[in-house]
Nanobody, 122 residues
């Protein structure tokens, strides 16, 4: 089993930045994809960003492209989401996810974290 724990969420003003981290523990694997998803109040969970096992391929939702950057450090089993130019509509619970297969923007991930709240005030 793999456990994922997100951190770095919080309250920030519009235009500000936050860096989310997701640390994996347990029976971790470095040759799998990682992703970030988010769920705003009253809305369905949506894809944010994803990264391949070696970081060579990344995908972003159109709504965050150019503002968010996903990266990973396999040596410490951690994936990051650097968020800049934050907007009130970025307010959501952010979840990281991991899968053993190729990177995907779909919710076909094997393991999920508990989520971390990001709130952007206007």
């Amino acid at each position: 089993q793999v456990q994922l724990v997100e951190s770095g969420g919080g309250l920030v003003q519009a235009g500000g930045s936050l860096r989310l981290s997701c640390a994996a523990s347990g029976r971790t694997f470095s040759n799998g994809a990682k992703g970030w998803f988010r769920q705003a109040p009253g809305k369905e969970r949506e894809f944010v960003a994803a990264i391949s096992w070696n970081g060579g391929t990344t995908y972003y939702a159109d709504s965050v492209k150019g503002r968010f950057t996903i990266s990973r450090d396999n040596a410490v089993n951690t994936v990051y989401l650097q968020m800049t130019s934050l907007k009130p509509e970025d307010t959501a619970v952010y979840y990281c996810a991991a899968r053993r297969g190729v990177v995907t923007t779909m919710e076909a991930y094997d393991y999920w974290g508990q989520g971390t709240q990001v709130t952007v005030s206007s």
